[in-house]
């Protein structure tokens, strides 16, 4: 079921973004925005054509989160709860300084010199 609610995602993710990328840009970004003319009310005018794509990505967006909330609600419910505490592997006859000396290898003590040095 995951899987399949992933996939609608993703898809729905794709369309989404391209429907973003085909609306008419109404700021003046670069002075590109705007433009296009055409007259009349047909099905795809400038004004039928922002209509129509307001309301798909409004439709993709509330499908998008429905979808995302779907995909975290089945993670939760599939995910074990994990501590950190349990993760821990220190017995429980070891000091701490035991553990942190597990933890941090620290270097051998160097053995004295067995020829003295000269100067």
Do not use: C, W, Y
Not at 68 to 75: K, M, P, W
């Amino acid at each position: 079921m995951g899987a399949v609610i992933l996939i609608i995602h993703l898809m729905v993710a794709v369309a989404l973004v391209a429907t973003v990328l085909l609306q008419r840009s109404e700021g003046g970004a670069l002075g590109i925005g705007g433009g296009g003319g055409g007259g009349g009310g047909g099905f795809l005018s400038g004004r039928g054509a922002a209509n129509m794509l307001t309301r798909t990505t409004a439709i993709l967006a509330a499908v998008f989160f429905v979808t995302s909330i779907s995909l975290t609600l089945i993670n939760n419910r599939l995910a074990t709860p994990t501590s950190i505490l349990d993760k821990a592997s220190v017995s429980d006859k070891a000091s701490p300084a035991d553990a942190l000396d597990k933890l941090i290898k620290l270097p051998a003590k160097p053995s004295a010199p067995s020829v003295p040095l000269s100067k």
